[in-house]
């Protein structure tokens, strides 16, 4: 978590330098000398709960020495879908460069397999196993802010930092029992939620007024509720780390600097000059 944590205190440090202007001039869409990428777009992906921990339990019985029980919560992670709309703007910045906000439908999917078994004299003769299981879908609000590097005028690298506020809309949810020590069992997350999180992506520039971009994105802070700065979420005894895994394509707006050329045989420039 203190790793983590270095990343917002990097980002916000780049935030107040990047807040100095550069002198204004007759860049495109009126914001100074920068030249602008701005558009909308969609995204399709994967998300997938990553176990986090495990839960386990070992004591005996004060009242009859000769049993002893063993517990032990096991979660289990499974791949899920989201799908998403937004717009986002891209400038010529030192620092704070990239932006985009929008709406995620989410499917969080995982599970959990507890095992509870009874020894006498050290001897098992007892077992009981319950398999449970979710399927949460949500709907999500995020805005984001973070830095692009340019690799070539094909290829970029984007990463930074959001928040998102998700509404569970549905909660399919089979429970297991909770273990008898574990005084954190709780029946899945709360129906709000308010993150920030950490994203990174790979931007790919085609012919035309499309680039694609894979992401990969997982929250880093819990603000809402604000339990102790944890980023996963709690489901029965055990916890798991939601990933989004997508593909953004996303449009250029006609006027945007990466937009292509357009073929001109009388030679005449944006601005309405002629050759020379």
């Given at each position: 978590m203190k790793k983590l944590l270095i990343i917002p205190i990097l980002l916000i440090t780049i935030t107040v330098v990047g807040q100095h202007?550069?002198?204004?001039?007759a860049g495109l869409y009126n914001t100074g000398q920068n030249s602008v990428d701005k558009g909308w777009y969609f995204g399709l992906g994967l998300t997938?709960?990553?176990?986090?921990?495990?839960?386990?339990?070992?004591f005996s019985d004060t009242l009859n020495p000769?049993?002893?029980?063993?517990y032990l919560a096991d979660p289990k992670?499974?791949?899920?879908?989201?799908?998403?709309?937004?717009m986002f703007k891209m400038t010529?910045?030192?620092?704070?460069?990239?932006?985009?906000?929008g709406l995620t439908w989410k499917w969080f999917r995982g599970g959990e397999d507890y095992t509870a078994e009874t020894y006498t004299n050290d001897v098992l003769t007892s077992t009981s196993t319950v398999e449970g299981s979710y399927g949460d879908h949500l709907i999500s609000a995020h805005f984001n802010l973070g830095f692009r590097f340019d690799a070539s005028e094909d290829l970029f690298y984007v990463n930074g930092l959001g928040l998102?506020?998700?509404y569970h809309l549905i909660k399919g949810r089979t429970a297991t029992p909770q273990i008898p020590t574990n005084d954190n069992y709780v029946a899945g997350p709360d129906a709000f939620l308010g993150e920030l999180?950490?994203?990174f992506g790979i931007g790919f520039k085609t012919g035309k007024r499309l680039i694609i971009m894979p992401m990969i994105e997982t929250p880093i802070l819990a603000l809402l509720p604000f339990n102790h700065i944890k980023s996963t979420h709690p489901y029965y005894n055990t916890r798991?780390?939601?990933?989004?895994?997508?593909?953004?394509?996303?449009?250029?707006?006609?006027?945007?600097?990466?937009?292509?050329?357009?073929?001109n045989p009388m030679g005449i420039d944006p601005n309405g000059n002629g050759p020379k």
């Open positions: 202007k550069k002198q204004k001039g997938y709960m990553a176990a986090y921990n495990n839960e386990t339990a070992d000769t049993l002893n029980y063993k992670g499974k791949f899920g879908a989201l799908a998403e709309v937004g010529d910045r030192k620092f704070i460069n990239y932006r985009d906000f998102n506020a998700d999180h950490y994203f798991a780390r939601p990933f989004l895994l997508r593909v953004r394509f996303m449009f250029l707006k006609k006027g945007s600097k990466s937009c292509p050329a357009v073929f």
